[in-house]
């Protein structure tokens, strides 16, 4: 079984779900609510428990009545919880999720104990890094913290993974670059390249940026386009996506990145892993919510056997 460490958030998702988004300064009403355990670090650590590997997570959550309901959620997913740490003094993550009636969907986040976890919450579990098989990052945590787990990812030879989002104002450092697979979106790309994705042309530009800064392998997530694998040799190969019915994109791109990762150390094969994470990802809009529209490994490898 893949031993998979994820480094990233937790979040209390708030969900309103309406006919359609705001526009600047209008007030619309919803016509659904509900809270939901989310955060793009759990979201990814839960499809890796239910997909089938061993998932390991590192995070912090507040002293708030929201901190135990989060390390609750995980552990009935089969996420391993013994590095998920409680900040006194200090409110959990929140998102405040809005989903429009075709399923797109837009989000605002309090950081709260995410903010707080550290590059020495990091070195703690040193050795439970040294016997994973991948460490897994996203950036709703701070950067400091993701280098470190990327720094001791590479002294012990672990593959890395990371989903750049969301994009710093300032830009992503140079040591962020340097994974062994880089997977943004089509916005993500635009936002940390500067260049506006609308032809291959822009599409390789944009990844020759992307390699120039040190990434071995880039993986990027296009919705319903379904994904592109680039290599640094100039070599682009797109994988399409499954046509389903959207209901909550909320949790795809988190699935896709899990699914992608795990598929990857069991066969060594990215097209066998994209096309994997594809069906993942797939599947996930089909279901409202972020962790309960994780499917499982069986419903990914039964959807995959009907295509």
Do not use: W
């Not at 990327?150 to 040591?175: E, F």
């Amino acid at each position: 079984m893949a031993k998979i460490i994820t480094v990233g958030s937790v979040n209390m998702d708030l969900v309103l779900h309406s006919k359609r988004m705001p526009v600047p300064g209008e007030t619309i009403k919803a016509d659904n609510f509900y809270t939901n355990p989310g955060g793009k670090g759990a979201n990814q650590a839960v499809a890796i428990a239910k997909l089938g590997g061993k998932s390991i997570f590192l995070a912090r959550t507040g002293d708030d009545g929201y901190g135990s309901e989060l390390a609750s959620a995980l552990k009935k997913y089969g996420v391993d919880t013994s590095c998920v740490k409680t900040t006194k003094d200090c409110c959990s993550g929140i998102a405040v999720i809005t989903v429009a009636a075709d399923g797109e969907n837009s989000i605002t986040i309090a950081g709260g104990a995410n903010d707080r976890l550290s590059p020495q919450d990091v070195d703690d579990i040193e050795d439970n890094i040294a016997s994973a098989d991948a460490v897994m990052m996203q950036l709703e945590v701070p950067i400091d913290t993701i280098k470190r787990a990327i720094q001791l990812a590479k002294k012990h030879n672990k593959l890395t993974i990371l989903d750049p989002t969301p994009v710093p104002a300032d830009g992503i450092p140079d040591d962020l670059f340097r994974v062994d697979i880089f997977s943004p979106n089509k916005s993500e790309t635009e936002m940390i390249t500067g260049i506006p994705v609308k032809t291959d042309n822009d599409i390789k530009k944009s990844c020759d940026f992307i390699f120039s800064k040190g990434a071995k392998q880039i993986v990027m997530k296009l919705g319903s386009e379904g994904a592109l694998i680039a290599s640094a040799s100039g070599n682009l190969k797109h994988i399409p996506a499954f046509k389903v019915k959207p209901i909550d994109t909320t949790a795809a791109g988190d699935c896709f990145t899990a699914a992608m990762t795990l598929s990857f150390i069991e066969t060594g094969s990215i097209e066998q892993a994209v096309q994997f994470a594809c069906a993942a990802g797939a599947l996930t809009v089909t279901a409202k919510g972020a962790q309960q529209s994780i499917p499982n490994r069986k419903d990914v490898e039964e959807f995959l056997k009907k295509q």
